[in-house]
T-cell receptor, first 114, second 111 residues
C-alpha cells in the first residue's frame, strides 16, 4: 500500500514566520503535489514536481515555494506566513505511466497562522 | 486550461436510495477521470476511476459513467449506507500528470 506521510497533522505559526511543511512517500513515485483545501473551493494545486529538483507552478503558487532534493521528499515553504494562508494542506504522489495515474494523498496538515 | 464543475454541491438521500453526482469538464483531450471520497478528518481516497476508452465501470455498489461527446461523467452509488456519507471529488487531467479537481459534493445518507 502506498504511504504518503506529512510531518505534522496540526501546526500553529505566527504571521511573518517562515514555515516548512514536509511530505514523504515510500513508493518511488516520480510525481508529487501540494494542494490547499478550503471549504467550498475543493483542492487547489499550489505546486507540483515530476522529478528531483524539478517544479511546476500550479493554480495558486503566490506566497509559496517548494523544494525537492530527493525523490521521496517534497517540501512546501511559506516564505513569510500570512493569515490568509490558514488552511488544510494536502500532499499527494503518483507514478508516471503511459497515461494518467491516480494520486495518493497524505493525511493533511491543518495550518493556522495567527 | 481545464475547468471542472461538479453538481450538486450537497446531496441528502435516505438510506437505501441511490445517489448520483455529475461532473463536467472542458478539455476534450482529457482521458482519465477519478473519483475520490473524503470522510471527515481523513485523506481523500480513490474509490473508482474510468479511462476514456470505456463508457462505464462498476465496482460493487458504485459505478462511473462517461459521456465523452458531452464531456461529462457521473458517479452512481446504489443502496446507500450511512458510511457513504462523505465529500466526493471528481477530477480531470489538464495535460501532464496533474489533476484539476471539482469543488466537491457533500453527501449525507439519512437513516
Amino acid at each position: 500500500d502506498v504511504k504518503v506521510t506529512q510531518s505534522s497533522r496540526y501546526l500553529v505559526k505566527r504571521t511573518g514566520e517562515k514555515v516548512f511543511l514536509e511530505c514523504v512517500q515510500d513508493m518511488d513515485h516520480e510525481n508529487m503535489f501540494w494542494y490547499r483545501q478550503d471549504p467550498g473551493l475543493g483542492l487547489r494545486l499550489i505546486y507540483f514536481s515530476y522529478d528531483v529538483k524539478m517544479k511546476e507552478k500550479g493554480d495558486i503558487p503566490e506566497g509559496y515555494s517548494v523544494s525537492r532534493e530527493k525523490k521521496e521528499r517534497f517540501s512546501l515553504i511559506l516564505e513569510s506566513a500570512s493569515t490568509n494562508q490558514t488552511s488544510m494542506y494536502l500532499c499527494a504522489s503518483s507514478w508516471t505511466g503511459p497515461s494518467n495515474q491516480p494520486q495518493h494523498f497524505g493525511d493533511g496538515t491543518r495550518l493556522s497562522i495567527l | 486550461g481545464e475547468n471542472v464543475e461538479q453538481h450538486p454541491s450537497t446531496l441528502s438521500v435516505q438510506e437505501g436510495d441511490s445517489a448520483v453526482i455529475k461532473c463536467t469538464y472542458s478539455d476534450s483531450a482529457s482521458n482519465y477521470f477519478p473519483w475520490y471520497k473524503q470522510e471527515l478528518g481523513k485523506r481523500p481516497q480513490l474509490i473508482i476511476d474510468i479511462r476514456s476508452n470505456v463508457g462505464e465501470k462498476k465496482d460493487q455498489r458504485i459505478a462511473v459513467t462517461l459521456n465523452k461527446t458531452a464531456k461529462h461523467f457521473s458517479l452512481h452509488i446504489t443502496e446507500t449506507q450511512p458510511e457513504d456519507s462523505a465529500v466526493y471529488f471528481c477530477a480531470a487531467p489538464p495535460g501532464g500528470q496533474n489533476f484539476v479537481f471539482g469543488p466537491g459534493t457533500r453527501l449525507s445518507v439519512l437513516p
